[in-house]
């Protein structure tokens, strides 16, 4: 199952012009806000035609210019989550899961819908109605409620965007879950560089109306070239596995052969997880320095150094076969002759790994 | 009731009631569904077409009845086509039934879009990616969200019928037993030396049924109201 998406479009101060590929697991469509990424999904919905384009998924034809075809919203079959969750107000939570059903191709077995509810964790909530749930609860009732139409694709629009940060990490993981228990791939737009660097399988990067870079996640947030964000929320995402819980509060994680310390990690030992490491967050030094509070201090090779317009410099180390982000002043790059190939040290601080941006790892046939 | 009215008066009750049930039962499909193209759609003419729900509501009603005596009296090019199918509104209480219908529709309308457009379409857009077709949209969210407000305009256009006047006495005369509505009965007594009691008897049934009306479209249309918010 993959969708594969070309379209132009004309929005209100760019035009848009796009290709990409969404293979199973979460795609994370990442840009800005006002990149054009919820016009893609409603045009993947078919909740708006765009000016020229082609879109399959699954090997059907939904939209396409050049034949003039373009599929009603409601013969797609494609699970929409809505940013407010879109939940109607006059059923109550259980009518809401199966309102699609009764126009899904298969009638679901029951199973799939005590599995649904079991996976998001809303069965105490079935005989409510929408409007007394937390914000929380409702994003995960329409999640389920897309689910259970037999959708090819889910399209979620910054599903969290609308909820607070304790509230993300309560859905957060029914994504992960998702994404490793459940075959339909899941389009995922976001503007959270720490949530996709959580969660995605693939990162498709939107920037002034084009896609810059796609491709495996990791691969994807660790390239100084894109920041589709701008440089200010650049970093890059790395996978540790969980060392030992210390005492102070602190646990150590094993990256490469290296040991990071980071502030307490809710996974027992011996799990791998995501871990987000902010660019700003990152100093450099020549040689091992002494006498320095911060806890984290890895040996790496520059891999590329991107000289930005302005005062700023990206510059991506390499150590074994992950990578970290480094923003630094052009001039401290001239003074350490930073050069592709130069060994420095990255100085990390434990404190700037923030909760949030942990995540339990994708699993491995993803 | 019988007994408080007069025989007179109570066949201009029963002709009223009469007249303005199927005026408003046979409008309500058609005012629903102006009034969803109105909320809903964008075409050409929109504006014409919102024109010519609310003439009725502007104009003098002796003009609308005469517009209506037109066009579907058995000269008329309406009323001679109905006419040769057997169907003959002028002078008739399906005449009055017209007339109360073109003069309570703009009520009706009304009503029914503003409770229409008070339902967020993002329901109906993920009603649609969830594979509704547009009728099972209107049919499983948008009608049980605006019910009440349809039930309101009904209401409203009902208690208007009931009340019309002008376009009635111009289109179908005043033919007790046939046309002659409470209000043109009202008018009729007065004309009548020793007629007031019995048009005071009128003057109370009116004012009961507006008022009921009011009141009942009120507390539905509040009940509308909570519904889109799913309280």
Redesign the interface.
Do not use: M
């Given at each position: 199952m993959t969708l594969s998406v070309t379209l132009q479009h004309r929005l209100e101060d760019f035009d848009l012009d796009i290709a990409f590929e969404a293979p199973a697991g979460i795609t994370a469509l990442f840009g800005r806000s006002g990149a054009g990424k919820t016009t893609i999904i409603n045009a993947v919905?078919?909740?708006l035609r765009p000016k020229s384009g082609r879109i399959v998924c699954d090997g059907v034809v939904l939209f396409d210019s050049a034949a003039q075809t373009m599929i009603?919203?409601?013969?797609?079959?494609?699970?929409?989550v809505?940013q407010?969750a879109?939940l109607?107000?006059?059923m109550t939570v259980r009518q809401n899961l199966v309102?699609?059903r009764?126009?899904?191709p298969r009638t679901p077995q029951p199973e799939d819908m005590d599995r649904i509810v079991d996976l998001l964790g809303i069965a105490h909530l079935l005989k409510r109605?929408?409007?007394g749930l937390s914000g929380g609860e409702k994003q995960r009732v329409s999640i389920g409620?897309?689910l259970l139409?037999r959708p090819r694709i889910i399209l979620a629009d910054e599903p969290l965007a609308a909820l607070d940060d304790q509230r993300k990490d309560e859905i957060l993981p029914y994504f992960e879950r998702l994404r490793d228990e459940i075959s339909v791939p899941i389009l995922y737009v976001s503007h959270a560089a720490a949530e996709v660097a959580r969660i995605s399988t693939t990162v498709v990067a939107l920037e002034g109306g084009r896609v810059s870079r796609q491709g495996p996640a990791a691969d994807v947030l660790s390239d100084p070239g894109v920041t589709p964000l701008g440089v200010r929320s650049a970093g890059a995402m790395l996978e540790a596995r969980v060392q030992e819980h210390h005492a102070d509060g602190l646990t150590s994680l094993e990256a490469e052969g290296k040991t990071l310390l980071l502030p307490r990690v809710s996974q027992p030992t011996g799990e791998v997880v995501r871990i987000w490491i902010e660019a700003q967050d990152v100093m450099l030094a020549t040689e091992r320095p002494h006498g320095i509070s911060a806890l984290n201090v890895i040996e790496t090779t520059v891999s590329e150094l991107r000289l930005g317009a302005g005062p700023g410099a990206m510059v991506q180390l390499s150590f074994g076969t992950s990578s970290l982000l480094a923003r630094i002043t052009r001039r401290s790059a001239e003074a350490l002759a930073l050069a592709p190939g130069t060994k420095v040290y990255a100085v990390i601080k434990a404190v700037s790994v923030a909760r949030s941006a942990i995540g339990d790892r994708a699993s491995q046939d993803m | 009731m019988i007994g408080w009215l007069g025989p007179d008066e109570w066949r201009a009750v029963a002709l009223s009631l009469r007249v303005s049930f199927w005026a408003t039962i046979l409008s309500l499909p058609l005012g629903l569904w102006i009034a969803y193209v109105l909320a809903r759609r964008d075409f050409p003419g929109k504006q014409l077409l919102n024109g010519l729900v609310h003439l009725p509501l502007i104009l003098p009603p002796v003009v609308t009845g005469y517009l209506l005596l037109a066009t579907f009296g058995t000269q008329g090019p309406i009323g001679a086509v109905l006419e040769s199918l057997g169907i003959v509104v002028a002078f008739r209480w399906t005449g009055a039934a017209l007339a109360a219908a073109v003069m309570a529709f703009p009520l009706m309308v009304r009503a029914i879009r503003l409770s229409i457009e008070a339902v967020?379409p993002?329901?109906e857009?993920?009603?649609?990616?969830?594979?509704?077709?547009?009728m099972?949209?209107f049919v499983?969210?948008t009608l049980?969200?605006i019910l009440p407000g349809v039930i309101a305009g009904a209401v409203l256009a009902f208690a208007k019928a009931m009340g019309e006047f002008g376009a009635t006495i111009t289109f179908v005369s005043n033919i007790p037993g046939q046309t002659q509505t409470v209000p043109s009965a009202i008018y009729a007594f007065l004309q009548v030396p020793g007629g007031e009691s019995s048009a005071w008897r009128l003057v109370i049934v009116s004012i009961v049924v507006a008022m009921t009306a009011l009141l009942l479209s009120e507390w539905l249309a509040r009940r509308a109201a909570r519904?889109?918010?799913?309280?």
């Open positions: 919905a078919g909740l009603p919203p409601h013969e797609r079959r494609v699970g929409y809505f407010d879109r109607f107000p006059h309102y699609g009764r126009f899904a109605r929408p409007t409620r897309s139409a | 967020d993002g329901l857009q993920a009603a649609a990616t969830l594979g509704a077709s547009r099972w949209v499983t969210i049980p969200l519904r889109v918010q799913g309280l």
